[in-house]
């Protein structure tokens, strides 16, 4: 029932308000920026773009150094992949936010938590439905295309 102010009573909230819909955003842009950074690193490393640099020591590949350096390469190229479809993901969750649709589940159509959002942004699932994706059975439980 709305009251009144407009206000809702006794009804359960069916999406976000602008102002958390901005505190997300930000969340997301953050995000955009740093993932964008990081895939202009993993490129240039698979690319042997500045072949005699520092880049592939720094710590983010550290892991790589020891002894796989001929599979670094086709490593750093699948890490930059995965990294451009985060970054479509974060785009996407973007555009949900202008649509005002952010922050719905798509399978049960309920708000996805404030927690999960700001650690995972552009979920497009609440925890329930991503439980119910991945029941006994279910080898993909660690599949997290979907969130």
Avoid: W
């Amino acid at each position: 029932m709305a009251n009144d102010n407009g206000n809702d009573t006794g009804r359960e909230k069916t999406r976000y308000s602008d102002q958390e819909l901005e505190e997300f955003r930000q969340i997301i842009l953050d995000k955009l920026e740093k993932a964008q950074h990081d895939l202009e690193l993993l490129t240039e490393a698979y690319t042997g773009k500045d072949e005699h640099g520092t880049n592939d020591t720094s710590p983010t590949f550290k892991v790589l150094e020891e002894g796989y350096q001929v599979l670094s390469k086709e490593e750093n190229s699948r890490l930059a992949a995965r990294q451009q479809r985060f970054i479509k993901n974060l785009e996407n969750a973007l555009i949900r936010i202008e649509n005002k649709t952010y922050g719905i589940c798509r399978v049960t159509g309920k708000l996805i938590a404030k927690e999960r959002l700001r650690l995972v942004p552009h979920a497009t699932l609440s925890i329930e439905a991503k439980l119910n994706q991945n029941k006994p059975g279910n080898q993909a439980s660690y599949n997290t295309k979907n969130q």
